[in-house]
């Protein structure tokens, strides 16, 4: 099953599944079975990640190019936000992302790019804390 696993996921995948329904435990290929239900958890959190740092880029944005706001970077911001909370209700046990550590993180990426982007200097540190992230009104004058 390994080689089949390198030659056709698509059908290894069914292949398993169909082992897995008809209980037939002996025939599964369990070492890439962990590794991709190991996968699954770090695409789960990676989306969550995405929509974290996307929020923090469009955050500075709005809030150093004040002339430049627009309709698009709220409607961004608003729809990242509801992907967040999709995720969490789905997969509570992500709430642990949602850390001042991770939000250090991301907080660098997201400044890297919106720099490319503005071409403006950002703060070295993360001048949100998550709640401002999730909740602040962003409204356009």
Same mark, same amino acid.
């Given at each position: 099953m390994?080689?089949?696993?390198?030659?056709?996921y698509?059908?290894?995948?069914e =292949?398993?599944?169909?082992?897995?329904?008809?209980?037939?435990?002996h025939?599964?290929?369990? =070492?890439?079975?962990?590794?991709?239900i190991?996968d699954w958890?770090k695409?789960?959190?990676?989306k969550?990640?995405?929509?974290?740092?996307?929020? !923090?880029?469009?955050l500075?944005?709005w809030?150093?190019?004040?002339?430049?706001?627009?309709?698009s970077?709220?409607?961004?911001?608003?729809?990242?936000?509801n992907?967040?909370?999709?995720?969490? =209700?789905?997969?509570p046990?992500?709430?642990?992302?949602?850390?001042?550590d991770?939000?250090?993180?991301?907080?660098?990426?997201?400044?890297l790019?919106?720099?490319?982007?503005?071409?403006?200097?950002?703060?070295?540190?993360?001048?949100?804390? !998550?709640?401002?992230?999730?909740?602040?009104d962003?409204?356009?004058?």
């Open positions: 390994t080689s089949l696993y390198d030659k056709d698509a059908y290894w995948a =292949e398993m599944a169909a082992k897995l329904q008809q209980r037939q435990f025939e599964l290929d369990i =070492e890439n079975l962990v590794e991709e190991k958890s695409r789960e959190r990676d969550l990640l995405s929509s974290l740092r996307l929020i !923090i880029h469009h500075l944005k809030d150093y190019q004040p002339e430049k706001r627009s309709r970077w709220q409607i961004t911001i608003k729809r990242e936000r992907n967040i909370a999709f995720y969490l =209700e789905d997969s046990s992500l709430q642990k992302y949602l850390a001042d991770w939000l250090k993180k991301l907080y660098l990426n997201a400044s790019d919106a720099t490319k982007e503005t071409d403006l200097d950002f703060p070295l540190n993360c001048p949100y804390d !998550i709640t401002e992230v999730l909740n602040r962003i409204k356009l004058e």
